[in-house]
C-alpha cells in the first residue's frame, strides 16, 4: 500500500457556528441526517473532516456534501462511509483504505485524512 495523499482542515468553531445560523439551509446541505443533531463541537469537526477528505481527493468542484459521512465508533477512530461523487473520485484514485482523526478543543475543531490505495 501507498499513501495517496493527505489533507487537513481547521475550524473556529464560534464562527462556523455562526454561519450556520445566519444560512440555516447550510446544515442540511452540508450534513446527512445522521450528522445534523450531533453537538456543535462534532458538527464543526465533521466540517473539518470532510474538508479535509475533499483535499485528499484534490477538490473537485462537482463533490457532494451528502455523499461523505464521518461516523463515531465506540473505542476507535472515525470512519469514512462513501458514496457517489466522492466514492467515484476516491475509486479514480485508487484509494482503498482511509485514516482519519478528528479533534476539538478551546473553540477549535481539527481534521486529518490520509487515503492509500
Do not use: Y
Request: net charge neutral.
Amino acid at each position: 500500500m501507498s499513501i495517496v495523499g493527505v489533507g487537513i482542515d481547521v475550524v473556529d468553531v464560534a464562527r462556523f457556528l455562526a454561519t450556520l445560523e445566519r444560512t440555516p439551509r447550510l446544515r442540511e446541505k452540508l450534513f446527512t441526517a445522521a450528522e445534523r443533531d450531533l453537538p456543535d463541537n462534532s458538527l464543526a469537526a465533521r466540517f473539518a473532516a470532510k474538508e479535509a477528505i475533499a483535499k485528499v481527493l484534490g477538490a473537485p468542484g462537482d463533490l457532494r456534501w451528502h455523499d461523505c459521512t464521518v461516523r463515531r465508533t465506540v473505542g476507535g477512530p472515525p470512519e469514512v462511509e462513501l458514496s457517489g461523487t466522492v466514492l467515484a473520485r476516491a475509486q479514480e484514485l485508487g484509494i482503498t483504505r482511509w485514516h482519519l482523526s478528528i479533534s476539538h478543543d478551546a473553540g477549535i475543531a481539527s481534521a486529518l485524512a490520509l487515503a492509500e490505495s
